[in-house]
């Protein structure tokens, strides 16, 4: 885990806040041991997830690709080439909804708003370092319009079955 405890906290509150303003059938099946802490989605989400994430198109459709996401502070972090169609829907659109579900036993569910990361941000560095780490190769250097993002959450739920 790369948080700070002001990360988790602040993932927490974001976790706490969006379940409160849930539905009640959401509320009624995130319940319990099964609606996961901040520290708990920290745990089960390190490393590469599948993420299926979706962007919506100019006449305002819906579309879902899958990414690699990997979650960084307490945001997750995906790329694309800017030749795929999510890339130019992000550049006008920048709304997305992401899942990671691991079968019945783990859904973490995300709105929010895809920031393009570039060099000034002050993660870049620690970004790409873990994406190199994680795949022996700068992102960066995978295609001529390599872009990566980070989701700025708005809401957050987590539901875990993890008794093993």
Not at 23 to 51: F, W
Not at 98 to 104: F, P, Q
Not at 124 to 139: L, N, Q, R, S, V
Request: proline share 4%; net charge negative.
């Amino acid at each position: 885990m790369r948080e700070t405890p002001e990360e988790v906290a602040a993932l927490q509150e974001l976790m706490d806040a969006s379940y409160g303003r849930s539905t009640s059938h959401l509320r009624e099946i995130v319940s319990g041991a099964h609606r996961l802490t901040a520290e708990q989605v920290l745990e089960q989400l390190t490393g590469m997830k599948v993420l299926s994430l979706a962007t919506v198109t100019a006449s305002g459709e819906p579309r879902v690709s899958a990414v690699d996401g990997h979650l960084l502070h307490g945001r997750w972090t995906f790329g694309t080439d800017g030749r795929a169609a999510k890339a130019r829907h992000l550049a006008a659109r920048p709304a997305v909804s992401a899942a990671h579900v691991d079968g019945e036993r783990l859904g973490v569910f995300c709105h929010g708003r895809a920031v393009r990361l570039t060099p000034q941000d002050p993660l870049w560095a620690e970004t790409i370092e873990h994406w190199t780490a994680h795949y022996g190769t700068d992102p960066t250097t995978w295609g001529e319009d390599i872009r990566m993002f980070r989701i700025e959450p708005t809401w957050l739920v987590g539901y875990g079955d993890l008794a093993e």
